[in-house]
């Protein structure tokens, strides 16, 4: 995947001269530093695997040129997703969050629930592109974004002890002291997102421990996240039963990930519909409870 995202930085509109690259390897083992070097990166830096936000905070302090590019190694630029960025950029203002757009590659799109996460991603898309729509920390995505260089680092870049929702507690911050995330659709790099039910219910585990942390350093999120959203009472009960069932043991969520894989295979997409939020609703959970 990094050798398929670095030969499509290659094939950017604007100026390779004009740019420098810098490619943090967060706990590789796996060749990809020799792959930078190879495909000619400025800057290759490996470091222990500390999280994305460590990654970009020291990607952000090796960097020379004045406005950063940030974007994650799944994602893959189209070939003016550069010059749309640097486009976006306006000399009376510095404190900007230039966000770009992220849809899911339509070859990494394989299972229902690789769909259930691309049309999720698109709804979320649909309202940012509302005229007077004004974005708030949980629009943000931290895979593809540019920023002025001095002043994300005078705001702190991001916090390291954050290894989920690093960009909504980063935007939170943000928004808080003035700043604003504007949406560049013209930025456009596609995310390969795959992941199977497993990695699906490990995902929700860790953003589940990511908003109880969340919310402990920034209590005023917490209607804004999974965590303090209250739904109708017929729903909250169903929750609160799956819920206590999924904390007291393990059994009903791995039941979840067996089905489901069978759910696909027989393209049973009503079951997969009531699967997939079981799994999500019951990891999540889990994950709350040991932050």
């Known amino acids: ?21 810098i490619v943090v390897c967060d706990g590789c083992n796996d060749g990809s530093a020799e792959v930078a070097r190879a495909a000619g990166v400025d800057w290759v830096i490996e470091q222990e695997g500390c999280g994305p936000a460590a990654a970009r905070n020291l990607g952000l302090q090796t960097a020379t040129c004045r406005f950063v590019l940030f974007i994650d190694d799944d994602v893959i630029p189209g070939p003016g997703w550069v010059e749309a ?18 849809p899911h590659a339509p070859d990494g799109i394989k299972t229902h629930l690789d769909r259930r996460n691309a049309a999720w991603y698109e709804g979320k898309i649909d309202a940012l592109r509302q005229p007077g729509y004004e974005l708030r920390f949980t629009d943000f995505f931290s895979g593809n974004f540019g920023v002025d260089r001095d002043a994300f680092r005078a705001l702190g870049g991001f916090d390291a002890a954050f290894r989920l929702a690093e960009d909504f507690e980063m935007a939170f911050r943000a928004l808080q002291v003035g700043w604003r995330i504007r949406f560049v659709p013209e930025a456009r790099a596609e995310h390969h997102a795959h992941r199977d039910a497993h990695a699906y219910g490990d995902q929700a585990f ?6 109880a942390q969340f919310v402990q350093l920034h209590p005023a999120v917490e209607p804004h996240v999974r965590i303090g959203i209250r739904r109708r009472l017929p729903k909250r009960l169903a929750g609160i039963a799956w819920r206590a069932l999924a904390l007291q043991t393990t059994a009903g969520i791995r039941l979840v990930e067996y089905m489901a894989p069978l759910g696909e295979r027989l393209k049973a997409r009503p079951i997969l519909d009531v699967l997939y939020p079981l799994l999500w609703d019951g990891q999540y959970w889990r994950g709350v409870t040991t932050a």
Do not use: F
């Open 206 to 211: 860790q953003a589940g421990r990511a908003d």
């Open 85 to 102: 960025l640097v486009d976006d950029i306006r000399p009376e203002e510095s404190r900007v969050l230039h966000m770009g757009y992220c």
């Open 1 to 21: 995947m990094l050798y398929q995202h670095l030969a499509a930085l290659s094939q950017q509109t604007y100026p390779r001269n004009s740019t420098e690259w």
